[in-house]
Each structure stands twice: as structure tokens, then as C-alpha cells.
């Protein structure tokens, strides 16, 4: 303890809070008084320590925590303003420097600090406590699915994905499932899964207030073509007010529960597919561990759940978004900010993108004329070189550094720069063969020729396309099922004599 000829118990009651604590502010809230007095009698007591001041509090000075301001009449007025605030909306009550305001302008000479301190003593004494009530839900009866936030690192870029998750209230079985974005394609794409897991439908399901669902949060309108979903499958929506998590804690906190679990420890994958894998195996050993209050597992449970649930429909819901795109001057369209390759023969200037989690289908008119993977992050390119023959053919020049080659299978590449780099004309005769073949197809053939040893050429591809080996037939053998008794020739005798035997 620092002794001083005018130290005072308040300073050193300082001291001992700051020395617990080591923040100033703290040490205010605690004894009543401004952080920049508590900053200064601080700044005092190692001044004196030094010996650099011989007191720390002259005679005539003390610390005093006393309010004059803050009078009876001043504290029942900020009561009464705080109790009024009882009858108003949530977002239009009065806070601290609105009633320091209505009590300046009344006349009185109280500071702000003083009424914010008022103000937070009457709610800790006044706070009214939220009671919640506690729900227990029949087998089948109730589900709650919600997104979460992940970040990952796919192809060693990190990519923000929606983690979507839901979870059977009666058996706390857990589903989750990772996609590029949020939409409502992939809502749809989820749950038709998670039906298609549990084997089949809860009754009612919980959702939040996910602009996908609903389209008006205050009136909770629900969007149109969720609800054709939701009819289609047979569940009851169910949307929870805005700001109470309370009302699907289990999802809650189930997406913190599987993010956790899932990706931790480990988040970096090769694709998206590799980690939806991972989450599957990490979901499939949270399923089959005992949780808390369940007399089973969740897999154990869901066995027993399941003959509550409503059955699937026999056809499925089209979980795809329809989109409309321009063809630029490369032959591709973009979405999300990145190119898909068309074929140059496309004519249409409006083409319709048919949008999958995974998959994206471009259609002219009700054709599909191409398909490619959906590409995840930004400026990225899907292309390929079966969509840009004839333009390669008129500017043959343009392949060596084309993006499209590079993008082309490896022993594509590997062929035309060790064989045909300067006799690219040739190469392209190779890509013709496309047209009159699979693209898959003849790429299998150039990487079969190079497995043998052979040079792959125009016409030995040709030939190994062409060459359609006879399927032999596999020798099989019949089992009788029956017997067939030796014939009695005695019977053919008895009627060549008019059934009259001859012995």
C-alpha cells in the first residue's frame, strides 16, 4: 500500500481495482466516478512512487463520488421517463442522451455521464426477464433447417460458401450440405436431399426469415415458388419472427455444432464435391454418437422417426434457377462473373441458362447445347475447345496461346505441342474428329495410342474410333429344373392294337 501525508481510501481502492482488472474503465463503472479520474489518481500514485510530486491528494482536495446534480426529484424524473418508455415501440424509446436532453432543456444542470449512469442502475434493477417455453415435439412432426457462413479453401483460393443445415427435432438427427451461395435453387436442391436421406417428409418445418422463403418479414409472406415447393412435397412452412433464434435454437445451434465439427481442423479441399464428402463423414459420426437427453443415437432415432414421416412424391421438384444471357464476342455467356463457352454455330443472341448447385445447362430455343461444371469464385473461365473448331480452323494461329487450349485435356495439349506446334493445321484435323465423335471419346483414343507407344496421328485415332471389337458370346449352361422319364413303348403298342396288348 502507498503511504502518503494526504492519501485517500478511494485512491487506493483505485489502485487495487486497476491492479485486479488493468482497465481503467472498469475500475469507473465499479466505483462511480469518470475514467479520466480514475486515470489521473493513477497517473498520481506512480508519480509519487517516483517522487516526482510529494502528495498525491493536497489537504484541500479529496475524491468525492458524491452527485449534487442528481437530486431525488432528478432521479424520480429519469424513473418516470424510463417507465414511459414501456408504452412505446421498441426502436422509439428514450435512451440516456435523450432524457439528458428533455433534463437540460427543463432547466437542470446534470451531466451526461451522470444520467447514463442513472439510466443503467434503473434497468439493472427494473430489467424485466424473457421467459421462454419449453418445447417438446412428436416423431415426425418437426424440423428446422437453416444457412450458415462458411469459409473454405477451394483449389487454394478461399471461397465464402453456404453451409445448409437442418435437423430433426424428435431424433436430433443432423443433414448438411455445402453449395456455392444461398440461393433458392440450392434450398430446394438441399431439402429434396435431406428428404431423400430421412426417407421422407417432416410435417412442419422452421425457417428463419431467409429472403428465399419469405418475402415480406413483417407480414411473413411467404415467396411463391416456395410455397409451390412446399405443397409439392406436402410440409407445413413455418417462418420465425425476426430477431428470436430462440424459436429454432436446435438448428442454431446445430450450424455452429457441424461447422465446428466439419471444418475446424480441416478446410481445404480440391473441389467442392471433396467437401461435401468431408461433411457427410463428419455427419455420419455425429449421427451415430449419443447426444444430450436422447435415450439413442440420432440414427437410432431417426429408424423410429421415419415411420412418422409423410412419403416423398414420386417426381421430384426441378431445384434449377432459369437465367437469361447474352452471347459475347468470345461465344461465351457470363454468370456470377464468369464465361461459358457456346458453340460458335449458335445463332441466338438470348440464350436460357438452366442453373444447378453443381451444373449449369445452356439451352437455345428447348435445345441444351452445352453443359458445363459451375465454376465457384469470380473471372473464371469454363471452355471448351469442341465449341471453337471452325473458328481455329480460320485462325489456326490463334491456338498456340489460346485460353482454351489451355484449358484443354492435358494429352490434348501434350499432342499438339510435341507433335503438331508447327503443323497446327493437322492438329485441327484431329479436332474434327469430334464432330463425328464424342470430344470424350476421342481424347480416350489419344491417350490410349500413347499408352501403347504409338504416335497418335489423323487417321490412327480414326482407326481407333472406328475399330468396334465383336462381342463375344459367354458360354452359359442350362439347369433342368425338371425330369423327363424314360418313354414306355409298351403304351404305343397297346394302341396300335386298339388298346389291346399284345403280351
Avoid at 337 to 358: A, D, W
Wanted: aromatic residues 10%.
Amino acid at each position: 500500500m502507498v503511504t502518503s501525508p494526504s492519501y485517500s481510501t478511494d485512491v487506493d481502492r483505485m489502485r487495487q481495482l486497476y491492479q485486479q482488472t488493468g482497465s481503467y474503465r472498469r475500475v469507473a463503472r465499479i466505483m462511480g466516478i469518470s475514467r479520466n479520474t480514475v486515470v489521473k489518481y493513477l497517473k498520481k500514485v506512480k508519480e509519487y512512487q517516483e517522487g516526482t510530486i510529494p502528495d498525491i491528494i493536497p489537504e484541500e482536495w479529496k475524491v468525492s463520488r458524491s452527485r449534487p446534480s442528481c437530486t431525488d426529484e432528478i432521479c424520480n424524473r429519469i424513473h418516470s421517463l424510463l417507465e414511459s418508455n414501456n408504452s412505446r415501440p421498441k426502436k422509439q424509446r428514450l435512451n440516456a442522451r435523450q432524457i439528458h436532453n428533455i433534463l437540460v432543456n427543463e432547466g437542470s444542470s446534470i451531466g451526461y455521464p451522470t444520467v447514463r449512469r442513472e439510466v443503467r442502475s434503473w434497468k439493472q434493477n427494473n430489467h424485466s426477464r424473457e421467459v421462454y417455453i419449453a418445447q417438446e415435439t412428436d416423431d415426425g412432426e418437426r424440423a428446422e433447417c437453416d444457412w450458415g457462413d462458411v469459409i473454405l479453401i477451394i483449389e487454394g483460393e478461399p471461397t465464402k460458401c453456404g453451409l445448409l443445415t437442418a435437423v430433426l427435432n424428435s431424433s436430433l438427427y443432423r443433414y448438411g450440405r455445402i453449395y456455392p451461395n444461398k440461393s433458392q435453387a440450392n434450398l430446394f436442391y438441399a431439402l429434396d436431399d435431406f428428404f431423400q436421406q430421412i426417407g421422407g417428409v417432416p410435417k412442419n418445418i422452421f425457417f428463419d426469415n431467409m429472403t428465399s422463403v419469405v418475402t415480406d418479414h413483417t407480414k411473413k409472406v411467404f415467396n411463391e415458388r416456395f410455397l409451390r415447393f412446399a405443397a409439392h412435397y406436402g410440409f407445413c412452412t413455418n417462418a420465425c419472427n425476426p430477431a428470436s433464434p430462440q424459436e429454432k435454437g436446435t438448428v442454431e445451434q446445430s450450424v455452429s455444432t457441424v461447422r465446428l465439427s466439419a471444418f475446424a481442423q480441416r478446410n481445404s479441399f480440391t473441389s467442392l464435391k471433396e467437401a461435401n464428402e468431408h461433411l457427410e463423414n463428419v455427419l455420419s459420426g455425429i449421427n451415430n454418437t449419443l447426444v444430450y437427453r436422447r435415450d439413442v443415437v440420432p440414427s437410432a432415432g431417426l429408424e423410429r422417426e421415419r415411420e412418422a414421416l409423410l412419403p416423398q412424391p414420386s417426381l421430384k421438384f426441378s431445384p434449377y434457377d432459369l437465367k437469361y444471357r447474352k452471347i459475347n464476342r468470345y461465344s461465351t455467356v457470363i454468370f456470377e462473373r464468369n464465361m461459358y463457352s457456346v458453340p460458335e454455330s449458335c445463332r441466338s443472341e438470348i440464350l436460357t441458362l438452366k442453373v444447378y448447385s453443381e451444373t449449369i445447362e445452356i439451352l437455345e430455343g428447348n435445345t441444351c447445347i452445352a453443359s458445363h461444371q459451375r465454376l465457384l469464385g469470380r473471372d473464371k473461365c469454363s471452355l471448351k475447345i469442341e465449341h471453337y473448331i471452325n473458328t481455329i480452323a480460320r485462325k489456326p494461329g490463334a491456338l498456340k496461346y489460346s485460353r482454351v487450349l489451355k484449358q484443354a485435356d492435358t494429352c490434348l495439349q501434350q499432342l499438339f505441342f510435341e507433335h503438331y506446334l508447327d503443323n497446327p493445321k493437322e492438329f485441327i484435323r484431329i479436332l474434327r474428329l469430334m464432330k463425328d465423335f464424342s470430344p470424350v471419346g476421342v481424347v480416350s483414343a489419344i491417350r490410349e495410342l500413347y499408352e501403347q507407344g504409338i504416335v497418335p496421328e489423323y487417321e490412327t485415332i480414326r482407326l481407333t474410333l472406328s475399330y468396334k471389337p465383336q462381342q463375344m458370346l459367354e458360354p452359359f449352361s442350362y439347369k433342368m429344373e425338371f425330369e423327363v422319364p424314360e418313354p414306355d413303348l409298351m403304351a404305343y403298342d397297346i394302341h396300335a392294337h386298339g388298346g389291346i396288348s399284345s403280351g
